[in-house]
């Protein structure tokens, strides 16, 4: 049997309030848990739940008068026995179960009674079978049935069957649940802190900017190759895009045109 460590409810160690020496079992636990009870009612035990003389044991007429003050209380005119449920005692986890089985014979054949006479001839064939007796002591069934409970399933595999039905039915992984935790720990953030709002305002006012000065650099750029190099007008804008140039130098590298200087 399995043990609750692996979703079993069988134990191999006896309960806190009942301490034995003897090996665990459930009957031996019933025993002990019922022995327990007698000697808190009544200072002594019978002896055959008294299986490790652990208290001391009643007498014959002790345990009647136990049973009769503390045990069989009368209600109504009817006896309620008031036995533990025991209830504490579970099921081994190991358990070797012997069936002893027992037949019986019309005794000895004839040719068993001749050999027997030839050992001592005063015995009579009537004397035998009323004085004789044979037992014969072997194994019924030259073999044996094991039963063993084995786990369905383990804590891995669960885990892998419920990450895979929600991979199936709902797209998810694990790092899809890192990224959800990850975004609603950031938002949690932001509504909590306001220098985490105020950081993340300027910073969004930044990057606006940032694009907003690119997308006027490059329309310059488009400006400046729709026009022929050495008019006039054509200066002006060359100009504007040197001064743009050197303005964004760091942010970006830009290649100025050599007819410009």
């Not at 001592?120 to 079978?129: A, P, V």
């Not at 959800?180 to 105020?198: E, H, N, P």
């Not at 190759?225 to 006039?232: A, C, D, E, L, S």
């Amino acid at each position: 049997m399995l043990p609750r460590e692996k979703w079993g409810n069988c134990t191999s160690e006896w309960p806190s309030q009942l301490k034995c020496d003897l090996p665990y079992s459930a009957v031996n636990c019933d025993s002990k848990c019922k022995a327990y009870y007698f000697y808190s009612e009544c200072g002594c035990s019978p002896f055959t739940y008294n299986i490790d003389n652990a208290y001391p044991t009643c007498s014959p007429f002790d345990t009647v008068r136990c049973i009769d003050e503390h045990i069989r209380p009368t209600s109504d005119g009817s006896d309620n026995y008031k036995i533990p449920k025991c209830k504490v005692c579970q099921v081994e986890c190991q358990s070797i179960v012997y069936h002893a089985y027992n037949s019986y014979g019309q005794g000895f054949s004839n040719s068993a009674l001749a050999w027997l006479q030839k050992k001592n001839s005063s015995w009579s064939k009537s004397h035998m079978r009323s004085n004789f007796l044979t037992i014969n002591i072997f194994f019924r069934d030259m073999s044996y049935t094991e039963y063993v409970q084995v786990q369905g399933t383990s804590l891995t595999e669960t885990l892998s069957d419920i990450g895979g039905n929600m991979g199936m039915f709902f797209g998810m992984s694990l790092i899809t649940l890192v990224e959800v935790v990850l975004y609603l720990s950031k938002v949690g953030w932001i509504t909590i802190s306001k220098k985490r709002r105020d950081y993340m305002y300027q910073k969004e006012t930044k990057e606006k900017e940032h694009e907003k000065q690119l997308e006027e650099t490059v329309s310059g750029f488009r400006l400046f190759r729709n026009h022929k190099v050495g008019t006039i007008e054509n200066g002006a804008v060359a100009a504007k895009l040197q001064a743009l140039a050197e303005e964004k130098e760091n942010s970006f590298p830009v290649r100025i045109p050599t007819f410009l200087s």
